[in-house]
């Protein structure tokens, strides 16, 4: 079982910047795949972005390419997603998780991950 927490979310006015982390416990970390999906009110989980265990495999949606950069230090447990010009059409509460995939197709479906953080939400005003 991995445990995971998100951190850095908060509110942006739009065109900003914020960088979300999540820590990966360090008593059963095992250099997991992980991803970063988002959840707005009323909407579906949405895939936003992976990293594979090495970073060698990178995948993003369209809707934040460009803009947004996933990334992970292994030696500090951690992985980022640092997002850029911030739309308001970005606000939702975003989570990590950890899963086994490695495709693009199944990385980006919510089912093939076993192990969510709770959340942190972002907000970015007009």
């Known amino acids: 079982q991995v445990e995971l927490v998100e951190s850095g979310g908060g509110l942006v006015q739009a065109g900003g910047s914020l960088r979300l982390s999540c820590a990966v416990s360090a008593r059963t970390f095992s250099r997991p795949n992980m991803g970063w999906f988002r959840q707005a009110p009323g909407k579906e989980r949405q895939f936003v972005a992976f990293i594979n265990w090495s970073a060698s495999r990178l995948y993003y949606a369209d809707s934040v390419k460009g803009r947004f950069t996933i990334s992970r230090d292994n030696s500090k447990n951690t992985v980022y997603l640092q997002m850029n010009s911030l739309k308001p059409e970005d606000t939702a509460v975003y989570y990590c998780?950890?899963?086994?995939?490695?495709?693009?197709?199944?990385?980006?479906?919510?089912?093939?991950?076993?192990?969510w953080g709770q959340g942190t939400q972002v907000t970015v005003s007009s």
């Open positions: 998780a950890a899963t086994t995939a490695w495709t693009f197709e199944a990385a980006s479906m919510a089912t093939t991950y076993n192990s």
